[in-house]
């Protein structure tokens, strides 16, 4: 039986990532989770094995020298940064602060699933909007909201679709919806995106006390297992996060990796230019199999899939697998028919395409 948890607690599905083994394959391809197929820049490695000596220290709580680092590159105030242990931990720190039961949170309709989490946490409700084309609808947004949402998050651009909306879009989002309603930009996967009318949303966050933006160190720096992750926004929303983070939520080798990181943007280009070749590889190619892919600006592909027995999502994932090809049912996010595919190195990405061409052919 054991001692009750509040009320809602044990309806919260425990999140599930993306799998890492194919059952009696040795070496699978890992197209399952969004990191970064060229891995992480050296420089951070070296960085992050240089801690060792400091292990038995603890961390500066703040992080400072990362949120300067951070600042520097990125053109803003270090007083205006948190650093969480990845973004994950930035968004559940949103909640903690801002969401009383029975609070309304609002999503896009295939939002990222830790939305959903969060919400669930502060025994919140979450409300989902509808989309069009996979994409972020800001009408329906706006009309999920109305005048009483606490949270609106928005994925831009969004896991697992891999499309965005325009800065203009987010603008017009924020100035729909009440100041009593805080707008959570988690722009995890900034830095892939090259659209001209796309913003992270920093601008919009330094102009406004009612938006915060999130942002990780997982995607193009390849930190994924680092776990870190940075908020930037008005100093009331940062100082509110500092207050419920915990003591030391980011360890001490995650704050020299990421130092590193964000200071090595040859390795950033490399990661983006890499990603803005392959994506463009992998859409073309599935497209040609006959399969319909969601134009993607992130580092994954969504992969629909018809309901013709022995086609489905259901049954190409089983194939791929047993291929010890590793990618992502989206059943979890509403998405049954589609399977979510990371870019990987050049040769990871042709076995892909060579095992949905068997599995299409067979
Ligand atoms: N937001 C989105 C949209 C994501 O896809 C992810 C990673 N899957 C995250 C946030 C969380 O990333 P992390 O906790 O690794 O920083």
Same mark, same amino acid.
């Given at each position: 039986?054991?001692?009750?948890?509040?009320?809602?607690?044990?309806?919260?599905?425990?999140?599930?990532?993306?799998?890492?083994? %194919?059952?009696?394959? $040795?070496?699978? @391809?890992? +197209?399952?989770?969004?990191? #970064?197929?060229? &891995?992480?820049?050296?420089?951070? !490695?070296?960085?992050?094995?240089?801690?060792?000596?400091?292990?038995?220290?603890?961390?500066?709580?703040?992080?400072?020298?990362?949120?300067?680092?951070?600042?520097?590159?990125?053109?803003?105030?270090?007083?205006?940064?948190?650093?969480?242990?990845?973004?994950?931990?930035?968004?559940?720190?949103?909640?903690?602060?801002?969401?009383?039961?029975?609070?309304?949170?609002?999503?896009?309709?295939?939002?990222?699933?830790?939305?959903?989490?969060?919400?669930?946490?502060?025994?919140?409700?979450?409300?989902?909007?509808?989309?069009?084309?996979?994409?972020?609808?800001?009408?329906?947004?706006?009309?999920? %909201?109305?005048?009483? $949402?606490?949270? @609106?998050? +928005?994925?831009?651009?969004? #896991?697992?679709? &891999?499309?965005?909306?325009?800065? !203009?879009?987010?603008?017009?989002?924020?100035?729909?919806?009440?100041?009593?309603?805080?707008?959570?930009?988690?722009?995890?996967?900034?830095?892939?995106?090259?659209?001209?009318?796309?913003?992270?949303?920093?601008?919009?966050?330094?102009?406004?006390?009612?938006?915060?933006?999130?942002?990780?160190?997982?995607?193009?720096?390849?930190?994924?297992?680092?776990?870190?992750?940075?908020?930037?926004?008005?100093?009331?929303?940062?100082?509110?996060?500092?207050?419920?983070?915990?003591?030391?939520?980011?360890?001490?080798?995650?704050?020299?990796?990421?130092?590193?990181?964000?200071?090595?943007?040859?390795?950033?280009?490399?990661? $983006?230019?890499?990603?803005?070749?392959?994506?463009?590889?992998?859409?073309?190619?599935?497209?040609?199999?006959?399969?319909?892919?969601?134009?993607?600006?992130?580092?994954?592909?969504?992969?629909?899939?018809?309901?013709?027995?022995?086609?489905?999502?259901?049954?190409?994932?089983?194939?791929?697998?047993?291929?010890?090809?590793?990618?992502?049912?989206?059943?979890?996010?509403?998405?049954?028919?589609?399977?979510?595919?990371?870019?990987?190195?050049?040769?990871?990405?042709?076995?892909?395409?060579?095992?949905?061409?068997?599995?299409?052919?067979?």
């Amino acid at each position: 039986m054991g001692i009750e948890p509040r009320a809602g607690i044990l309806d919260i599905r425990p999140y599930k990532p993306g799998a890492a083994e %194919a059952p009696g394959i $040795a070496d699978p @391809v890992k +197209l399952s989770s969004n990191e #970064n197929a060229l &891995g992480c820049s050296p420089k951070a !490695a070296a960085a992050f094995e240089a801690s060792a000596k400091r292990l038995h220290l603890y961390p500066d709580g703040g992080a400072t020298k990362l949120r300067e680092a951070i600042a520097r590159e990125e053109g803003l105030e270090a007083e205006n940064i948190v650093c969480g242990c990845g973004s994950d931990e930035l968004l559940q720190l949103l909640g903690r602060a801002y969401l009383d039961p029975g609070d309304k949170v609002v999503q896009s309709q295939y939002g990222f699933l830790v939305y959903r989490l969060v919400a669930m946490q502060s025994g919140a409700e979450l409300v989902s909007a509808p989309e069009r084309n996979y994409t972020t609808d800001v009408d329906a947004l706006i009309e999920a %909201a109305g005048d009483d $949402a606490k949270i @609106v998050f +928005l994925a831009n651009p969004n #896991n697992p679709t &891999g499309t965005y909306i325009s800065d !203009a879009e987010v603008r017009r989002l924020r100035d729909a919806l009440p100041s009593s309603t805080l707008l959570v930009v988690d722009a995890a996967y900034a830095e892939f995106v090259r659209n001209a009318d796309y913003s992270a949303g920093l601008e919009l966050a330094r102009e406004r006390d009612d938006v915060v933006v999130t942002r990780t160190f997982s995607k193009i720096h390849g930190l994924a297992g680092a776990r870190l992750g940075w908020a930037y926004g008005n100093k009331s929303i940062i100082d509110v996060l500092h207050r419920v983070r915990g003591p030391f939520n980011v360890n001490l080798p995650a704050i020299e990796a990421g130092t590193a990181a964000i200071a090595d943007r040859d390795f950033m280009k490399r990661s $983006a230019d890499h990603n803005e070749e392959w994506v463009a590889w992998l859409r073309q190619q599935i497209g040609g199999l006959g399969l319909e892919v969601t134009p993607s600006v992130c580092n994954f592909v969504l992969i629909h899939f018809p309901e013709t027995p022995g086609r489905t999502a259901r049954d190409a994932d089983a194939f791929l697998t047993s291929k010890g090809l590793i990618i992502r049912p989206v059943e979890p996010y509403g998405l049954p028919n589609a399977l979510r595919a990371t870019v990987g190195k050049a040769a990871e990405n042709r076995r892909l395409v060579d095992g949905l061409a068997e599995f299409m052919g067979g």
